[in-house]
């Protein structure tokens, strides 16, 4: 894993821990259901690799699967144990452990999984390619490798990249500053960007509305995951190491052995992660 300048992914996470209540649990629920096309997942073993809060984890555990999370950080296998205690306690059916997905030897020791959910993770190992070829190893035939990995912008990145690095060298009182400026600008340069769209529509006598209904779906559908803004922005702000993949690289590296792809959501030219349901081929 990564040295000094890491991001305390799990500081975070106890902080989002205080307001995950039943309906960010539902809203969790869904989004598995509606990623994995199912009702349920009975009788499924599931992976929660790099389980951070451990919300995907609980709401695999709702839908019936037996599972398994694991976390490198601390703090995020101490949320994930707390939540466990708040709506499983004394389930032999959810184990949570500290682990690293860069651990050979404690993921040889795990078996294969009907699911394996590894969701804006690897890319914050520091040996990212690594760590996917090593969840792929986890699937057991027919099963399903979920992965979130953030988009390649190419210069973009490179400058994200410099952000991240400005927020760890920064004194932790001024980090709140940096991520604050950052949400702004967000903001502001989506502001511009959809009143240019809204007058070239008028211009061209189309429907002026569609460019915010845009927006607004968009803001919907990150709310979808139960998640909650101001813990997202920071993840992304602070979180280091830092790599990303273009589609196209994750698709070539994950069908050269043995998976089919069977969802993909792109994020285009955004810094967003791009999303990845695949099912591994039997033998």
Not at 94 to 104: N, T
Not at 153 to 172: A, F, M
Request: proline share 2%; aromatic share 12%; with cysteine.
């Amino acid at each position: 894993m990564a040295g000094d300048e890491r991001f305390e992914f799990g500081k975070n996470w106890q902080q989002f821990l205080r307001i995950v209540d039943d309906e960010r649990i539902e809203a969790a629920i869904r989004s598995l259901q509606e990623l994995l096309s199912v009702d349920r997942l009975d009788g499924k073993s599931f992976l929660d690799a790099g389980c951070g809060s451990g919300l995907f984890s609980l709401a695999a555990r709702r839908l019936g699967a037996s599972v398994r999370s694991f976390d490198y950080d601390d703090q995020s296998v101490a949320c994930a144990t707390e939540l466990k205690r708040r709506y499983c306690p004394q389930d032999s059916g959810w184990i949570v452990e500290k682990a690293s997905v860069l651990d050979g030897g404690y993921l040889s020791s795990l078996g294969k999984f009907d699911v394996v959910y590894t969701w804006g993770v690897l890319h914050h190992t520091g040996a990212m390619w690594d760590a996917i070829g090593r969840v792929c190893d986890l699937v057991s035939d027919g099963g399903r490798l979920c992965v979130s990995v953030y988009n390649d912008q190419d210069y973009i990145s490179r400058g994200w990249l410099l952000v991240k690095q400005s927020y760890h060298r920064l004194p932790s009182l001024l980090r709140p500053c940096l991520v604050l400026a950052v949400g702004g600008w967000q903001v502001v340069s989506r502001l511009v960007t959809t009143l240019v769209a809204v007058g070239l529509r008028l211009v061209s006598l189309r429907n002026p509305l569609a460019p915010i209904g845009n927006w607004y779906r968009e803001g919907r559908r990150r709310k979808h995951r139960g998640m909650h803004w101001w813990h997202d922005l920071v993840d992304w702000v602070g979180g280091y190491p830092f790599e990303v993949a273009t589609p196209e690289a994750i698709f070539n590296f994950c069908h050269s052995r043995g998976f089919t792809l069977t969802y993909l959501t792109t994020q285009g030219g955004g810094h967003g992660c791009n999303e990845f349901v695949f099912v591994k081929c039997g033998s």
